[in-house]
């Protein structure tokens, strides 16, 4: 059985359901079948690229294509241990699985805000649908959950024990709130059914594959700085956050899925950076005649973001090793890829 939660004092009161009669079934396969849901995005894309790189994996991913796309898995598709199914999570999926991993939900505030009832219904209703896949297949469940949840914190760091500062009621309350709901399903499903599951908070990831024009400061910066256009810092610039290079999200996920632990577990790199620093390390980096330009912000906009890794250190042995330095080159070269704008020498 998992362990406990950091900061929960429930009790797991059932054993995780049986697996499918499948399982048993003669034509078993002795592969492990992993679900991605939200698999055609950033992150998910890279996930999927790491689990086929295991041959006794099969994975299908279930996506709507909101703000994913079919490229990012272009080389998988019509591999035999790859399935691509265009899917929405606020419908039933049926299919028999071993694990899930459950990222769909739009993560850029831009798309998670662009239809906000449509954001709570993939958080709320797409968490319950693939928890009752789990139960009734007997599946591990991650759900990719997020720093959001700690609202505009005033406990820094951030550790998981901390029950955060969220307006129940702002713009961004139907990706804060909805992620937090999913997180009470998952634990609720935990308790009185004895599912499986595991819960990552994600803190702010970048890296190949985000979407160019996806509105998050990372990708908005390294476009600016390639199109000779200016970093546009929302006011005051000295709120901060944390970035995380994908590859190392992805190792952290899978060690989380794989452990013992339910989590809650923040994953992230806890190097702290000012926007204003950020765009002036783009700037060094990337183009050095790019201006900053100062621009209003966005209403209930966190003002500071560091994670507390001791958790994902003690319990998973993870913790990040891209520096920001070292991952921003690596992103630029896919933008500078995809924008066909080559770096001039
Ligand atoms: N990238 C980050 O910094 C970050 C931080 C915290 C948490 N997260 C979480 O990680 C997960 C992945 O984030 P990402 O950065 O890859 O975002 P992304 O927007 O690139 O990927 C999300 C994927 O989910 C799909 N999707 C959205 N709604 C869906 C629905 N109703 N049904 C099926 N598919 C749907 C999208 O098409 C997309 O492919 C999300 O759950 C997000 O909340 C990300
Ligand atoms: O880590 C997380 O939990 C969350 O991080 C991000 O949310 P946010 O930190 O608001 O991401 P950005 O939109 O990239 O904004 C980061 C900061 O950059 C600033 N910003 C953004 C865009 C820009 O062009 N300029 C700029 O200064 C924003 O005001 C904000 O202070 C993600 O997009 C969420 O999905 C995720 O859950």
Known sequence: MA????????????????????????????????????????IGSHLVDRLMENEKNEVIVADNYFTGSKDNLKKWIGHPRFELIRHDVTETLLV?????????????PIFYKYNPVKTIKTNVIGTLNMLGLAKRVGARILLTSTSEVYGDPLEHP?????????????????????????????FDYHRQHGIEIRIARIFNTYGPRMNIDDGRVVSNFIAQAIRDEPLTVQAPGTQTRS????????????????????????????G???????????????????????????PDDPRQRKPDITKAKELLGWEPKIKLRDGLPLMEDDFRHRLGVPKKI
């Open 158 to 186: 951030q550790k998981e024990s901390y029950w955060g500062n969220v307006n129940p009621i702002g713009v961004r309350s139907c990706y804060d709130e909805g992620k937090r709901v999913a997180e009470t399903l998952m």
């Open 243 to 270: 970035f995380c290079y994908v590859s190392d999200m992805v190792d952290g996920l899978i060690r989380l899925m794989e452990g013992d632990n339910t989590g809650p577990i923040n994953i992230g790199n806890p």
């Open 96 to 108: 028999e699985v071993d694990r899930i991993y459950h990222l769909a939900c739009p993560a850029s």
């Open 272 to 298: 702290e950076f000012t926007m204003l620093e950020l765009a002036e390390t783009v700037k060094e980096l990337i183009n050095p005649k790019v201006e900053i330009k100062m621009v209003d912000n966005t």
């Open 3 to 42: 362990q406990e939660a950091s900061n929960g004092d429930h009790v797991s009161a059932k054993p995780p359901p049986t697996p499918s009669p499948l399982r048993n079934a003669k034509f078993f396969q002795a592969n492990m079948r992993i679900l991605v849901t939200g698999g055609a995005g950033f």
